[in-house]
C-alpha cells in the first residue's frame, strides 16, 4: 500500500533553514497526484503548507510563501520542504500527504520539529 | 487566508448524533464542491473520512455523513461510540488556488 514518510532534523535555532523530506512507496510519485505539505503546532489546528505535481509545479500557503521552497525528485521518489528563517512560531509538528481529489488521503505519521535557541 | 469556522468543542452520548459545522466563505467553501474532513486521534496523522462534500473513501464507516449549504459544510457522526472521541477538521480548496482548514472540533463522547 502506498506510505509516505517525513524525515529531517528535529530541531532548529530561529534564523536556520528547515528542511523536511518525504519519501513515497507503494506509488509512483508521477502518477499524476498532487503531493502536499501539513503542519500542526502543539495544541493547535492544521495548517496547509503547500502542494507540488510532479511536473515541479507548486502552490504555496500566501503566509508562508516567501520563505517556502517545495520541490520533488522524482527519480527518488521523493518531495521536500524548505521553510528559510524559521522562528518559535514555525515549531510543529509537519505532515506529508497526498492531495487526490482536492483532498488528502494518506498522511504520513508527521515528525516533530522544534525551534529553540 | 483566514481558517474555516468550526466549533471548538461538540459531545454527545453512545448511539446519539452530533453535527459539526464548518463556515467558510464564498471563496472556499461556497465557492467549491471540494470540502472534505479528517479525524485525528492523539498523536497520531489525521485521517481522510469525506472528501468532495460528501463521499466516503472506502473503509470509512457509513455512520460518518456530511453536506453542505451555501459557505457552510456540516459533518453528521450517528450511532455514536466510544472510538469517534478524537479532533475533526474541514477542509476547503479555495478560489486562490491554495487550501485551508477549520480550527478543529474537539468530540467528547459523554
Known amino acids: 500500500q502506498v506510505q509516505l514518510r517525513e524525515s529531517g532534523p528535529g530541531l532548529l535555532k530561529p534564523s536556520e533553514t528547515l528542511s523536511l523530506t518525504c519519501t513515497v512507496s507503494g506509488s509512483s510519485i508521477t502518477s499524476g497526484f498532487y503531493w502536499g505539505w501539513i503542519r500542526q503546532p502543539p495544541g493547535k489546528g492544521l495548517e496547509w503548507i503547500g502542494n507540488i505535481y510532479h511536473s515541479g509545479t507548486t502552490y504555496y500557503n500566501p503566509s508562508l510563501k516567501s520563505r517556502l521552497t517545495i520541490s520533488v525528485d522524482t527519480s527518488k521518489k521523493q518531495f521536500s520542504l524548505r521553510l528559510r528563517s524559521v522562528t518559535a512560531a514555525d515549531t510543529a509538528v509537519y505532515y506529508c500527504?497526498?492531495?487526490?481529489?482536492?483532498?488528502?488521503?494518506?498522511w504520513g505519521q508527521g515528525t516533530m520539529v522544534t525551534v529553540s535557541s | 487566508q483566514s481558517a474555516l469556522t468550526q466549533p471548538a468543542s461538540v459531545s454527545g452520548y453512545p448511539g446519539q448524533s452530533i453535527t459539526i459545522s464548518c463556515t467558510g466563505t464564498s471563496s472556499d467553501v461556497g465557492g467549491f464542491n471540494y470540502v472534505s474532513w479528517y479525524q485525528q486521534h492523539p498523536g497520531t496523522a489525521p485521517k481522510l473520512l469525506i472528501f468532495?462534500?460528501?463521499k466516503r473513501p472506502s473503509g470509512v464507516s457509513y455512520r460518518f455523513s456530511a453536506s453542505k449549504s451555501g459557505s457552510t459544510a456540516s459533518l453528521t457522526v450517528s450511532g455514536l461510540q466510544a472510538e469517534d472521541e478524537a479532533d475533526y477538521y474541514c477542509?476547503?480548496?479555495?478560489?486562490?488556488?491554495?487550501?485551508?482548514f477549520g480550527g478543529g472540533t474537539k468530540l467528547t463522547v459523554l
Open positions: 500527504a497526498r492531495n487526490v481529489d482536492y483532498a488528502f488521503d494518506i
Open positions: 477542509s476547503s480548496y479555495t478560489s486562490r488556488n491554495t487550501w485551508v
Open positions: 468532495d462534500v460528501n
